[in-house]
């Protein structure tokens, strides 16, 4: 259910962001409401996993193979190297399944 959730918030939070940058759409926004949406993403999308990662973590030796632990991390260090929002959530989310199906 949860990563019905995740998936259907990304999804809706992605076309609205879309909507506005879509070169058809005769909408102008000023400098300043854009430079505001190009933080509600990565906003969005850290207050929905902050729970989920930080949730289940635990302070002894397992944790260190908690997937939502090593995802999170990784996320994290990909949004310091990568400047591209999508490709950061959608590598994390592929590390993420990879490590839970190999732990």
Same mark, same amino acid.
């Given at each position: 259910?949860?990563?019905? &959730?995740?998936?259907?918030?990304?999804?809706?939070?992605?076309?609205?962001?879309?909507?506005?940058?879509?070169?058809?759409?005769?909408?102008?926004?000023?400098?300043?409401?854009?430079?505001?949406?190009?933080?509600?993403?990565?906003?969005?999308?850290?207050?929905?996993?902050?729970?989920?990662?930080?949730?289940?973590?635990?302070?002894?030796?397992?944790?260190?193979? @908690?997937?939502?632990? &090593?995802?999170?991390?990784?996320?994290?260090?990909?949004?310091?190297?990568?400047? @591209?929002?999508?490709?950061?959530?959608?590598?994390?989310?592929?590390?993420?399944?990879?490590?839970?199906?190999?732990?």
């Amino acid at each position: 259910m949860s990563y019905d &959730l995740i998936f259907l918030m990304a999804l809706i939070t992605f076309f609205m962001r879309y909507a506005f940058f879509m070169e058809k759409l005769p909408v102008k926004l000023d400098m300043r409401v854009q430079r505001f949406l190009s933080f509600t993403a990565p906003c969005i999308l850290t207050a929905m996993a902050a729970p989920i990662v930080f949730g289940e973590v635990t302070f002894n030796t397992h944790d260190l193979t @908690n997937p939502f632990l &090593l995802g999170g991390i990784l996320a994290i260090v990909l949004s310091l190297l990568v400047k @591209n929002t999508l490709i950061v959530v959608l590598a994390s989310m592929g590390a993420f399944f990879l490590l839970k199906t190999l732990l």
